[in-house]
């Protein structure tokens, strides 16, 4: 649903009602899902570093706001905070509290619950090491002492805070925290525009920062943080704040795992993947008129044409097409797929999911654009799923030739100029046949064919010209006969 436009236009603000954010969310999942591992633990990495950037700046604008009231310092901070998840938002990075909403895949039965679980994990690890990294160069930086130390002791405070929970505290805090983040993932999926989705994530962080939510990934940075600058720091530190370093004892990697990350963890695990997720698709997927998966459009019902033929309607698209077609799946790599498609000497094939439901097209020319776009230096790990066209129309095994011949060549808006309440929009005095030839049509070559929502084969427009051929051996006969009467 994007629109590509030149560098000097404006993006589209045009926004997507709930259902089809649903779609958008089902594409989201399974993205998530598809990518390989090396480039789920990098995005990981940056993610888990972008959310550490974060802290420091809700550490630095809450420093030494005494005098403020305690509300708007906080309002402040969370504020602050969104920037991480902006930033993962606009990077595509792989942030555990929102990578767990890849539950939808899991219940649109695109993938198994290992394969889940496997993808949560691999994204926990690399956020974990994108934390660790940035917290090294912070320590190596020295920025606990900024402020006369304020801002390390301001950090501590934060860090301790976060270790004196109850487990059903911490829990809770979790699930709350996760409902947010998860649903100003949720907002994104309202508009392609950037602008847009960057302040769409801006008020629920700031709400669940403010409010004192837990988010795992976030302590994974904040209280490490505040471990290293309790065991580390010179005594010239703690003199200067008059402070004594036992005060903060408590602060020990032990205490946290147990008391704060595990509960966290498993409440943003509920927050996010249950509440939020598996909520939404409970509701949209029950209300929705497309019951197909992602972006597949209905199979296509089309009016019937004008010129009837007797024979062409009663052929079906299930008499024509290949009911063994080449199909890709969304992980398999894209020099893998390429190979399968000049193998098989193909332009495009469908890209299914282990039920046959349709979850996108992987074509030739999507191959070709993404070769230019990146200067003919492709990335080997790249993925079908990072290149297929997940809005993809496909037809009902039962639609007739000629209706299906009808869609594929006539562009009736452009042929017939009229509204919907039949009042011409511009006037032409060229002949229909020339309306009709002028109305460039961009309709695919291959459709796939749906029964039940499920793949059943696929129908070129090699097939349907094959079909009518014999249309010409008639006319040819009908002259025949003219000539001779």
């Known amino acids: 649903m994007t629109t ?114 496997s993808t949560w994990g691999k994204v926990y690890l690399g ?3 994108g934390a660790m990294i940035l917290l090294a160069l912070v320590t190596a930086a020295g920025l606990y002492q900024l402020d006369g130390g304020q801002w390390g002791l301001n950090a501590l405070n934060i860090a301790r805070h976060k270790l004196h929970h109850t487990w059903l505290e911490a829990f809770t805090l979790g699930v709350l925290c996760n409902i947010l983040v998860c649903t100003a993932i949720w907002l994104t999926f309202c508009s392609a525009n950037p602008v847009v989705k960057a302040v769409m994530t801006m008020l629920p962080v700031a ?53 704060n990350l595990i509960p966290v963890t498993l409440g943003n695990v509920v927050g996010g993947a ?31 044409a004008s010129k009837d033929s007797a024979m062409m309607n009663k052929m079906k698209v299930k008499d024509l097409m290949n009911t063994s077609p080449i199909v890709l799946k969304a992980n398999d790599r894209t020099v893998d797929a390429i190979d399968v498609l000049l193998s098989n000497q193909l332009t495009g094939a469908p890209v299914c999911d282990n039920q046959l439901h349709v979850v996108g097209f992987f074509s030739v020319h999507d191959v070709m654009v993404n070769l230019w776009c990146e200067d003919y230096l492709p990335d080997a790990d790249q993925c079908v799923s990072d290149l297929m066209n997940d809005d993809v129309t496909a037809l009902s095994a039962n639609e007739s030739l000629i209706d299906v011949a009808e869609f594929l060549v006539v562009d009736k808006e452009k042929a017939f100029p009229v ?66 009467i």
Do not use: C
């Not at 550490?52 to 309002?75: C, K």
């Not at 290293?228 to 032990?254: E, K, M, N, R």
């Open 207 to 259: 709400m669940f920062v403010s409010s004192g939510f837990e988010h795992s990934i976030a302590n994974m940075f904040m209280v490490p943080l505040g471990i290293v600058i309790s065991h580390f720091s010179p005594d010239a530190f703690w003199t200067q704040l008059g402070v004594s370093a036992s005060s903060y004892a408590d602060l020990t990697v032990s205490h946290f795992i147990v008391n």
């Open 4 to 117: 590509a436009y030149s560098d000097h236009d404006f993006v589209s603000v045009k926004g997507f009602s709930a259902a089809e954010m649903m779609s958008e969310a089902e594409r989201y999942a399974l993205k998530k899902i598809s990518k390989r591992s090396g480039a789920t633990i990098s995005l990981a990495v940056l993610a888990g570093a972008f959310i550490g950037l974060a802290f420091l700046f809700y550490i630095t604008v809450t420093t030494g706001n005494d005098s403020a009231s305690w509300g708007m310092t906080r309002l402040i901070g969370g504020l602050a905070f969104s920037m991480g998840l902006i930033l993962i938002v606009i990077f595509e990075g792989e942030l555990f509290t929102s990578t767990v909403l890849s539950s939808i895949s899991w219940a649109n039965n695109q993938v198994g619950i290992g394969k889940l679980f």
């Open 274 to 304: 249950v509440l939020v997720g598996l909520a939404n698709w409970g509701i949209y997927t029950k209300q929705m008129q497309q019951p197909e998966m992602l972006a597949v459009n209905s199979p296509v019902t089309l009016n019937k």
């Open 127 to 129: 956020n974990f090491i």
């Open 419 to 484: 509204s919907d309440m039949g009042i011409a929009t511009s006037l032409s005095y060229k002949p229909l046949k020339d309306r009709v030839r002028e109305a460039k049509m961009s309709k695919p070559h291959i459709l796939p064919v749906l029964e039940n929502n499920r793949l059943v084969g696929v129908i070129s427009r090699s097939d349907v010209l094959k079909a009518m051929r014999p249309l010409y051996n008639a006319n040819e006969t009908i002259s025949q006969m003219s000539q001779a």
